[in-house]
C-alpha cells in the first residue's frame, strides 16, 4: 500500500508541475483557463475560484488544463481566448509544460548534491582473480587514496580515472593498509563493455569490486548548482543519444523504455533506499517527461508545437481536417506503444511471478 501511495505521489507531482508550467503562463498571456483536472474517473473533489474549475479524480495517472477557445469549435474569437493569441503566445503556453518539467529535475539534483547523497569510498571489497590488482598484491580491506598522485576519494572518481586508460598502462596507486600509506605498482588490463547506451566500449580495470562502506557527500551552494546542472545537462545528452540509437535499431526498444507498471517497479525500489534516491527519481523521471514531450510528435507537446511552427511558415493552418487525421494516427501509435510498453514491464518485472502462478 505504501509503494502504491508513493508511485501515486511521485505521478502527481509530474503531472501537477506540467500542467502548472501551461497554466501559469496561459494566465500570463491573458488566455482563460476554464477546468485544471488531475487524474481520470470519477471526480473526487471539485472548486471553482474565479474562471477555472480545479478538480481531483480518482486515477492520478494523467491531467489537462481545459482553455477557453482552444479549438475551432468552441472559439468565437473573445480576446481572452487561446486561438486569440499570436503563435509565439500559443507555442509559449505549450513550451512552458516540459519546461517546469525540466526545471523541477534539475532543482532536485541541486537540492540533492547540497544536502548530501551516499557514495561508495574506495575501499576493496574483493579482488578478482587474473587481473592487475591481485597480481600487484592489493588486499580485501585496502583503501585506494590516489591514482598516479592524483587523490581519489570516491568509488565513482577511481572508475574516471582507471577506465580510460589502455591495456599495458602501469598505475601507481597509493593505498591505506593498516593506516600506513604505501604505494604499488598495478597493471590495467581491459575488458569490452556494454555502456548504458549499449555501445561496446573498451574500459581498464584494477580488477577489483568495492567495499560496502558508505559516506555521505555534499557541496556548497554554488558548488552544488554547478553539479545539479552539469547531471541535467549529462542526463539530457544520454536521453538524446539513446533516442536516436533506438530510432536507427542500435539498441532494442524493449530494454529502454518503461511505462507505469516499470515506474511503479522502480519507484517502489527508490522508496525503500530512502527519500534522496526517492528524489533523485523523481528528478530523472521529470527531465525525461520533459525532454520526451518535446519530440515533435501529434499530441504531444512538441507536436502542437511543430504544428504551430508549420502554420507560421506556410501562413495558414493545415486545415481542420489533417490536423485530426494526423492527431488521431499519433494517438493509435501511442495507444500501441502503450500496449507494447505494458506487456514489456510485465514481462520484465513481474515475469518470473507470472510463470510461476501459470506454472502451478
Not at 30 to 51: A, I, M, N, T, Y
Not at 110 to 115: E, G, K, N, S
Not at 164 to 191: F, W, Y
Not at 235 to 263: C, D, F, N, Q
Request: net charge positive; aromatic share 10%; proline share 3%.
Amino acid at each position: 500500500m505504501f509503494s502504491l501511495l508513493v508511485f501515486f505521489v511521485v505521478l502527481g507531482v509530474l503531472i501537477i508541475v506540467h500542467e502548472f508550467g501551461h497554466f501559469i503562463v496561459a494566465k500570463k498571456v491573458g488566455v482563460r483557463v476554464e477546468q485544471f483536472s488531475l487524474g481520470f474517473g470519477p471526480v473526487l473533489f471539485k472548486k471553482k475560484k474565479g474562471d477555472t474549475e480545479y478538480s481531483l479524480s480518482l486515477v492520478p495517472l494523467g491531467g489537462f488544463v481545459k482553455l477557453a477557445g482552444d479549438n475551432a469549435q468552441e472559439a468565437k474569437g473573445l480576446p481572452d481566448e487561446y486561438l486569440s493569441k499570436t503563435k509565439l503566445q500559443r507555442a509559449a503556453i505549450i513550451f512552458f509544460g516540459p519546461v517546469l518539467n525540466y526545471l523541477l529535475g534539475f532543482l532536485f539534483l541541486w537540492f540533492i548534491c547540497f544536502v548530501g547523497y551516499p557514495t561508495l569510498t574506495t575501499k576493496v571489497g574483493s579482488t578478482i582473480e587474473g587481473l592487475g590488482a591481485q597480481e600487484a598484491g592489493i588486499k580485501a580491506g585496502d583503501k585506494i587514496v590516489a591514482v598516479d598522485g592524483v587523490r581519489v576519494g570516491f568509488w565513482e572518481d577511481l572508475q574516471k580515472s582507471v577506465h580510460k586508460l589502455p591495456a599495458g598502462t602501469v598505475v601507481k596507486l597509493s593505498i591505506l593498509r593498516d593506516n600506513k600509506e604505501q604505494k604499488l605498482d598495478v597493471l590495467i588490463k581491459t575488458r569490452d563493455l556494454d555502456d548504458p547506451l549499449g555501445k561496446k566500449q573498451s574500459i581498464g580495470l584494477l580488477g577489483i569490486t568495492p567495499d560496502d562502506e558508505i559516506v555521505n557527500v555534499r557541496h556548497g551552494f554554488f558548488r552544488s548548482f554547478i553539479l545539479g546542472a552539469e547531471k541535467t545537462w549529462n542526463l539530457t545528452a544520454m536521453t538524446y543519444t539513446g533516442l536516436w540509437r533506438m530510432i536507427t535499431g542500435k539498441i532494442s526498444m524493449r530494454e529502454s523504455v518503461t511505462g507505469p507498471l516499470g515506474i511503479f517497479y522502480i519507484t517502489s525500489k527508490a522508496a525503500s533506499l530512502g527519500i534522496i534516491a526517492l528524489m533523485h527519481l523523481v528528478a530523472i523521471l521529470s527531465i525525461s517527461l520533459g525532454i520526451f514531450n518535446l519530440l515533435p510528435l501529434p499530441i504531444l507537446d512538441g507536436g502542437h508545437i511543430l504544428f504551430l511552427a508549420i502554420e507560421k511558415i506556410r501562413g495558414k493552418s493545415l486545415g481542420a481536417r489533417t490536423e485530426q487525421i494526423i492527431t488521431n494516427t499519433g494517438i493509435t501509435l501511442l495507444i500501441l506503444l502503450a500496449v507494447f510498453v505494458t506487456y514489456n514491464d510485465l514481462m520484465r518485472f513481474f515475469g518470473d511471478k507470472i510463470t510461476k502462478f501459470f506454472g502451478k
